[in-house]
């Protein structure tokens, strides 16, 4: 594989652990591989595939696909699919700190003119999963890694 490729048609495959430690840490860490994307449309440097893990959101998302993220989302998180990393109860579906859920949040206004998540709830689609729901003391332990772009399913 020629580097001409990367990002043009290519992204990098990481687990969820090494997507946070490059893209939230700026970690240097090689990618398992790369993943041919270019059926989703125009790629950049800040997306990244990982691979699902678990049924929590399906029918959107299925164990085993492929998932396009971008990182450095700009704007509102609400609503949106993203990966998420939290220190505190593991996700019930992998057992683990990293999540693929829907975001959703309350906010309320600080003492110093800014604002604090008072709640932070992470859903899944699949009606047989539980929310993850985290209050404002466990909310600011949620760092959301990247936004939910595609599924790329196996062929």
């Known amino acids: 594989m020629t580097g001409v490729n ?45 691979r699902a893990v678990g049924r929590s959101m399906e029918p959107t998302i299925h164990d085993g696909d492929f998932l396009v993220f971008r990182t450095n989302v700009v704007g509102t998180r609400e609503g949106k699919t993203v990966l998420a990393q939290y220190r505190g109860a593991a996700d019930p579906d992998t057992g683990g700190s990293f999540t693929v859920k829907r975001y959703s949040s309350a906010k309320e206004s600080d003492s110093e003119g800014g604002w604090r998540h008072t709640k932070v709830v992470l859903s899944p689609t699949n009606r047989d999963y539980q929310q993850i729901i985290l209050t404002a003391k466990a909310a600011d332990s949620v760092q959301i890694v990247a936004e939910f772009v595609a599924a790329l399913r196996p062929r």
Do not use: Q
């Open 6 to 50: 990367k990002f043009r048609t290519l992204l990098p495959l990481h687990t969820h652990k090494t997507a946070a430690g490059y893209f939230g840490n700026g970690e240097a860490v090689e990618p398992e591989g790369w993943v041919d994307a270019s059926r989703i449309g125009k790629l950049n440097d800040r997306m990244f595939v990982c």
